[in-house]
């Protein structure tokens, strides 16, 4: 069976505020064949401080030194814009999630009675929080960015103490930083992940570009995250580091092709190749004129296609036999 990825397309705070500029990126994912449109719940005033500064890609991004309070107010998606967008994927088909950073935000979203609850990287070491996201019952994804090895296993301990099975939680593989350096990456820390803790793997790309989310499927990624925008040069923290509709189309296509050619494991002519075995490989022919009664030497046997006949392997135990007729020049040996 082919593996598939699950594919998130990242909304994240992309819209901006606006509503129909949610409507227009949940649409987006459900054209490019994404699984699932998220996006982020929070109050700026729970989520920061108001002394916080912003990051430093933050204000690179957003020219600006403004607070985080200040900044993130603006993008905040008040109960009725979640409603409103929730009911818009309904619609459309394609799977609702948000992320949320308080246990208030948590608690809200239970009624959207959402597949997955995602924890991001932020809140790794929130062991209160984490809890409260267990509290849930529900699928549990784990954003595992700016984390030790040694933080990313006591936040799935505590998961898996607070009734968690394995089965449901995912550690995506992170970088903190928009856009995130190709050299900050560290794709393998997936299979570190798979092998010591036995759970499922995947990624969240903050990568310009596609070729690092086809290079994490290629390596075993099970889930995919990957921001989402209209336009690269919209306003707003993370634009530059999102991927426009043309480009999430290409990742995923590609990122299916990829699925379809990782295949089973198992060596074997595929089906394809059957019909050329017959074209491609040799049988032990004649090269010479060989008179009835003649053995077989290295003079008057060789190896030439077609593969019809009987297989170069045998012919080491050819070599001393008497023919049993007359052959002509390339005609298969059949005795």
Request: hydrophobic fraction near 35%; include cysteine.
């Amino acid at each position: 069976m082919v593996p598939r990825t699950i594919i998130i397309a990242e909304a994240g705070v992309n819209h901006n505020g606006s509503l129909d500029l949610a409507k227009k990126l949940a649409e987006v994912a459900k054209e490019s064949g994404a699984d699932y449109i998220k996006f982020q719940t929070f109050k700026a005033e729970m989520l920061s401080s108001i002394k916080a500064p912003q990051a430093e890609y933050q204000m690179k991004n957003t020219n600006s030194k403004e607070s985080q309070v200040k900044m993130l107010k603006r993008l905040e998606m008040n109960n009725q814009f979640h409603n409103q967008i929730y009911e818009f994927c309904k619609r459309i088909d394609i799977g609702f999630l948000s992320s949320a950073f308080h246990q208030n935000d948590l608690d809200f979203l239970r009624k959207f009675n959402m597949d997955y609850i995602k924890i991001p990287s932020g809140e790794i070491t929130n062991h209160r929080y984490l809890k409260f996201a267990c509290a849930c019952n529900k699928k549990i994804i784990l954003s595992t960015g700016m984390s030790y090895l040694s933080e990313v296993e006591s936040a799935l301990n505590l998961l898996i103490g607070e009734g968690i099975y394995r089965s449901n939680i995912w550690l995506l593989q992170c970088t903190t930083e928009y856009p995130a350096p190709y050299d900050s990456v560290n794709l393998n820390v997936m299979n570190t992940y798979k092998n010591k803790f036995n759970v499922n793997v995947g990624y969240s790309d903050h990568t310009l570009g596609i070729e690092v989310a086809i290079a994490a499927v290629s390596l075993g990624c099970q889930m995919l995250e990957k921001h989402i925008t209209l336009d690269k040069n919209m306003e707003g923290p993370d634009h530059i580091a999102s991927l426009e509709p043309s480009e999430l189309s290409s990742m995923i296509s590609a990122i299916r092709n990829v699925e379809q050619a990782l295949g089973s494991g198992v060596k074997s002519p595929s089906k394809v190749e059957k019909e050329n075995i017959k074209v491609v490989r040799k049988s032990i022919v004649a090269i010479a004129p060989i008179p009835q009664g003649t053995l077989f030497t290295t003079e008057n046997i060789g190896c030439k296609r077609p593969g019809t006949g009987i297989s170069p392997i045998n012919y080491e135990d050819y070599l001393g036999r008497k023919s049993l007729r007359e052959y002509d020049v390339d005609e298969l040996i059949d005795q």
